[in-house]
């Protein structure tokens, strides 16, 4: 089959990102690094547990004395000899407390004051480690699950800090949220500084997704702080794949010393047009983070990570249900649930292949259909990269491009004509052969399966209304009809090419600088002999891709 180029030009902003998956971290011990651990913990572990808890009820007995008797909790701030006895004394017990743990601080740049900067915004975000930040900056305010208050001796010593709390059981959570934070950023020093980690969950360094954006709605002055483990045994990345919370505790208690660099960049005055636009604020800081950091920045969020756990458990690789979904929900008007649906139904196509992806074999067997010009066709436009295979981002962005702007009400109506012959009203499964096996070029094709499907009163014929559920449901046949169309067409005008004469076949006034989805298809065969002069089904699946 002589290769089509394509009829419109592939975005760049739908390109895979740099890095495929930041939630993972699957580096594992060797057995040096197993045996020198064991051997050092003999004597670290215990020492070190005794320490820290001993650090831990002290630091509980100043919080409690902190906030003792002081009303208002969580809405009116801590002031006086209150806040001095958390920036001092909670400050120097938690140095200590990560001194104790082996950790050799090395802090660049200069820590803005609450007048220069009322937001910290720090990333990447990889660990519950980066804690540290706090002793630095004189313990601001956080933001936290409203669950962690209520925890033993650490609950206590988080209220103290008076935290920005969030809810997962209010679904006004993070409204309130970006409100408070506002409220207090905004208070002229009466509340202290935040620390806000944007990027709203644990990566593993390689890159800086999204940054959300509470942090920079109220349009304040931020300090980026950057965050390095320059560790040759990475013992603190916590990720959605890898060492558990207690695992990597008890690994990193049994290391003579883990190093860790803070770097404070200069403070960010926001523009006149980010302080209207936070997006465009988030990006440029991140930008500026990245840069320092010398990573990528990608359009993964937390729901690629609930995506990202709905794919291992529906068996296929947990990388598979990531989508950048902000970005691609964003472009093409997604919601998380409607992507959830979507990929349940890429894993029932790729339950049968490796590695979570479609190739047509797999392609040709959800459909009913054998692999043909104008099925490989198809195929190829859901195939981004051209490499041979369908992953779940390119199965979500081609049912949004391709398949569901071609299954328009117009299309249904038009396919459903062509394939009722003698114009009853209702489609035999000799005529829905008919059409199929010329359309596929297959002639002895059995589609009896297909028909029965679609078929749902089980009568034998098919009437519009079966024919318009069966094609809702299943956009791809949608465009298989469509690109059929097209194939044709263009199959035909190769055909006039070569009977044209030579001044005109090499005119510089060629059809080939028109668009295939900008001209109407005709389908002229034994089938349908006659083009019809309404028929705009190319267009109505053009979408600027």
């Not at 609450?114 to 540290?132: M, N, Q, R, Y």
């Not at 349908?528 to 028929?535: A, R």
Request: proline share 7%.
């Amino acid at each position: 089959m002589a290769q089509r180029v394509l009829p419109l030009p592939r975005q760049q902003s739908f390109c895979p990102p740099t890095v495929p998956n930041p939630f993972v971290h699957p580096g594992r011990l060797s057995a040096g690094d197993k045996l020198r651990t064991v051997l050092q913990g003999i004597i670290l572990l215990p020492l070190r547990a005794i320490c820290l808890a001993f650090i831990l009820l002290l630091a509980w007995l100043f919080a409690s004395i902190a906030t003792f008797g002081h009303c208002g909790k969580g809405s009116v701030p801590l002031k006086g000899w209150r806040r001095r006895m958390i920036q001092t004394t909670l400050s120097r017990l938690t140095r200590t407390l990560f001194f104790i743990m082996g950790f050799q601080v090395k802090v660049k740049g200069k820590i803005a004051s609450l007048p220069e900067a009322p937001i910290f915004v720090a990333a990447p975000h990889s660990s519950f480690f980066d804690a540290i930040i706090s002793a630095l900056t004189g313990m601001p305010s956080i933001v936290s699950r409203a669950e962690n208050l209520s925890t033993p001796i650490f609950g206590t010593i988080l209220s103290s800090l008076q935290p920005v709390s969030v809810s997962r059981q209010d679904p006004d959570s993070r409204k309130n949220t970006v409100t408070e934070i506002t409220k207090r950023a905004l208070s002229r020093g009466q509340w202290p500084q935040i620390l806000i980690f944007p990027e709203g969950t644990c990566t593993n360094r390689s890159c800086l997704i999204t940054f959300k954006q509470g942090a920079f709605v109220p349009g304040v002055p931020v300090q980026p702080v950057l965050l390095r483990y320059p560790n040759k045994l990475d013992t603190v990345t916590w990720t959605w794949q890898g060492y558990s919370l207690k695992e990597l505790c008890v690994m990193t208690l049994c290391q003579l010393f883990t190093r860790v660099e803070v770097e404070f960049l200069p403070v960010h005055v926001p523009t006149e047009e980010e302080k209207n636009d936070p997006i465009l604020f988030a990006n440029r800081v991140r930008q500026t983070m990245a840069t320092a950091l010398n990573v990528p920045v990608t359009d993964h969020t937390f729901e690629d990570c609930r995506l990202m756990i709905s794919a291992g458990q529906l068996t296929l690789p947990m990388e598979a249900g990531l989508v950048e979904f902000t970005k691609i929900s964003k472009k093409l008007n997604l919601k998380w649930n409607h992507v959830r649906e979507q990929l349940d139904t890429f894993a029932a196509i790729a339950s049968a292949s490796k590695g979570g992806r479609i190739g047509i074999d797999e392609f040709a067997e959800y459909l009913k259909l054998p692999i043909s010009d104008v099925l490989k066709e198809l195929f190829l436009l859901f195939d981004r990269n051209g490499d041979g295979t369908i992953d779940f981002r390119e199965y979500v962005i081609g049912l949004s491009i391709l398949c569901n702007p071609a299954n328009t009400e117009e299309t249904i109506q038009m396919a459903f004509k062509l394939f009722d012959m003698d114009e009853d009203g209702t489609i035999t499964e000799d005529e829905f052969a008919c059409i199929i096996q010329s359309a596929l070029g297959v002639p002895e094709l059995d589609v009896s399966m297909l028909f029965k499907e679609i078929d749902a009163d089980e009568t034998g014929k098919l009437s519009y209304d079966e024919f318009k559920n069966f094609a809702l449901k299943h956009p791809e046949y949608a465009k298989l009809f469509t690109t059929y169309l097209e194939l044709q067409r263009y199959q035909l005008d190769m055909l006039e090419d070569d009977i044209e004469s030579p001044e005109v076949k090499h005119s510089p006034v060629r059809k080939s600088t028109i668009p295939v989805s900008e001209t109407t298809p005709i389908a002229r065969n034994k089938v349908c002999p006659e083009g019809n002069g309404e028929d705009n089904s190319s267009t109505s699946d053009k979408k600027d891709d």
